[in-house]
C-alpha cells in the first residue's frame, strides 16, 4: 500500500495533528455518493478501527479501511490554498472518470460492474 502525502499536503497534517490531542493520525478512505460513484473521506483518526490498514508517510501514520483501500492505494494527497479557499487534491491512478463538479469519481472496477 502507498499513500503518500505532497509536502504542502504533510505539513496541514502535521498541523492539524499538533492542534488535536489524542488524534493518532489521518483517517482516509471513500464512501459512496455523488453523480460518479465515490468520494473521499479525509478526517483525523482518533481511533484504530477493525479492519484498518495503516502505514506511515514521513511519520504521520495514515488508517485506511480495507474496503477503501483497492480505490485509494497509490493516491498521492496534496493541499492548495488559493486567495481564501483551501482544499485537499488527491492524485489517484485508480481513478477512470470523474463528475463534472470533480467531487466524486468511479474506478475501472465500478465500469466492469
Not at 483518526?45 to 508517510?57: C, F, I, L, M, Q
Not at 468511479?106 to 460492474?113: I, R, V
Request: charged letters at 20%.
Amino acid at each position: 500500500m502507498a499513500i503518500s502525502l505532497a509536502p504542502a499536503a504533510l505539513e496541514r497534517v502535521q498541523g492539524f495533528l499538533a492542534a488535536t490531542p489524542g488524534a493518532l493520525g489521518l483517517r482516509f478512505g471513500v464512501k459512496r455518493t455523488g453523480c460518479s460513484g465515490w468520494s473521499y473521506v479525509v478526517d483525523l483518526a482518533r481511533d484504530e478501527r477493525p479492519g484498518d490498514v495503516v502505514s506511515e508517510y514521513a511519520g504521520v501514520r495514515i488508517f485506511i479501511d480495507a474496503d477503501s483501500l483497492p480505490m485509494v492505494d497509490g493516491t498521492e494527497i496534496d493541499f492548495h490554498k488559493q486567495g481564501l479557499n483551501e482544499q485537499f487534491l488527491f492524485r489517484n491512478p485508480n481513478v477512470a472518470g470523474e463528475c463534472g463538479c470533480g467531487s466524486s469519481f468511479t474506478t475501472d472496477a465500478d465500469k466492469a460492474a
